[in-house]
Structure formats: C-alpha cells, structure tokens
C-alpha cells in the first residue's frame, strides 16, 4: 500500500516542496546525461570514420589490392564505417526522442509544480488570514469585555455616591449600557469568526491541503514512470542499431573467411 502525502505527511509541505524540486532536476540531469552520450556517439564515429580513412588504401593501383589480405582489409574498414553511421543515428535518435522530449517534461512539470506550490501557498494565505482575523476579534472581545467591566463597576458606584446629580448618574447608566452591548457584540462576533474559522481549518487541513499534496504526489510518480520509460527507450534506441551492426560485423566474419 503506497503512502499518501496528504495523510502521512500533512506537515511536510516545505520538505515535499524541496523533494519535488530535487525529483525535476534528477530529470533534468538525466537529460544532461543522454545529451552527453550523443555527443560521445558522435565522437566515437568521428574518430571511427578518421581512422577508416587514414587506413584506406589511397591508390586503386596499389599492388597490395591483389592480396587477400588487404581486399580484406578494406572490407572490414567498409563495415567499420558503416558502424560508425550506426553510433551517428544512435546519436541523432536519442536526441530527437529522449533528450526533447525529457526537456519538454520537465517544463511542464515545473510550470505543474508552480501551480500547485502557488495554489497551496494562497490556501495557507487565506487561512493565516482567517487566524489573524479571530485573534483580531479575540482581542476587540476582551478590550470591550473589560471596558464593559469598568462601565458596570463606575454605574454601581455612582449609583451609592449621593453626591452625583441626575444627569452624572444618567451619564454612567448609558455608558454602561453602551459598553455591554459593544461586548456583546464583540463576543458575537467573536464567536462567529471562531465558528468560521474552525470550520476553514477543518476544510483546510483535511480536504484543501491533503488535494494539493495529492496533486504533488501525482506529479512526482509521473515524473518517477518517465524515467523507466525513459531508460527504456534508451535501450530500444540502441537495440534497433544493433541489426546493422551485427550484419556489419558477418561482413568482417566474411571478408576475414576469404583470406
């Protein structure tokens, strides 16, 4: 049973971030890599078709044509060169179907990535967002809470203080009546934005995020199937040169049987 990103590993989105970065540029390396084996290819039948040449008999005059050994010679530099046309298409192959379409891949899994690492970045924007509005209700709640207090303690005072007229005493009543309603209100409102924001957290944490992880996830087990199919096609690129070198090599077996 694979593990699940969005379960197993909730908490490690910076880390997953990093891994699916690492993942692309492991891609990319073997890109590097099959890049840099074409051009060894293209080397190696450079150097194959110098030495042919070099080894060419120049002159069709030459007296050692009418030896055997030397017709077979020539033959077996023939077939070497057309070995090296071989290493040349191998070349050109692994350019055309890996070497592109791995860089092409690897694009459009970075472009995937950013979409998803900017979609995960604005879901915990949005809910940093609602923490810091429920601390903001939090703190008005108290503020007014305490406010309210002091109001209700300043009327029950001014209401034993005989020396207060009848417009200080209205004046206390009313503020205290006005702070209770700004705490109600601040404790309703805090109530509502806690409400609100559980329920964004619960949203967030078990269906938001764990999409997101799960889209990664996605992203890196195709990267992941490309590489085997990759490596594979790798493969079938060569085997397919190597009927034309095996022929080239009977030729050699056959030039060398008639010495």
């Known amino acids: 049973m694979k593990m699940s990103w969005g379960i197993e590993l909730w908490d490690q989105y ?11 540029e492991f891609l990319e390396k ?11 290819e293209n080397e190696y039948a450079s150097k194959l078709r110098k030495l042919t040449k070099n080894y060419h008999i120049k002159k069709k005059s030459d007296e050692d044509l009418q030896f055997s ?7 077996m530099l023939n077939e070497i060169n057309d070995m090296a046309g071989q290493h040349e298409l191998i070349s050109e192959n692994l350019n055309l179907s890996i070497v592109k379409e791995i860089n092409s891949f690897a694009k459009e899994l970075r472009d995937e990535r950013k979409t998803h690492l900017q979609e995960g970045a ?4 949005n809910i940093q967002a609602s923490l810091n509005q429920l601390e903001k209700s939090k703190k008005c709640y108290e503020k007014a809470f305490k406010e309210s207090e002091k109001a209700s303690e300043n009327y029950k005072k001014a209401l034993d203080d005989l020396h207060l007229s009848r417009i200080e005493l209205e004046k206390a009543r009313v503020n205290s009546v006005t702070k209770l309603q700004q705490s109600e209100d601040c404790k309703t409102d805090y109530k509502n934005q806690l409400q609100k924001t559980n329920e964004a957290q619960k949203q967030h944490y078990f269906e938001l995020m764990p999409k997101v992880f799960q889209d990664l996830q996605n992203m890196d087990e195709k990267r992941i199937l490309s590489i085997q199919t990759f490596m594979k096609h790798m493969t079938d690129v060569q085997r397919q040169a190597l009927p034309v070198i095996n022929k080239c090599l009977d030729e050699i077996n056959r030039a060398a049987d008639s010495i």
């Open 122 to 125: 604005k879901l915990q924007a």
């Open 14 to 24: 910076d880390h997953l971030a990093t891994h699916t970065l690492k993942g692309i």
């Open 30 to 40: 073997y890109s590097q890599f099959i890049k840099d084996r074409c051009a060894i």
């Open 69 to 75: 050994t030397c017709k077979s010679f020539i033959s």
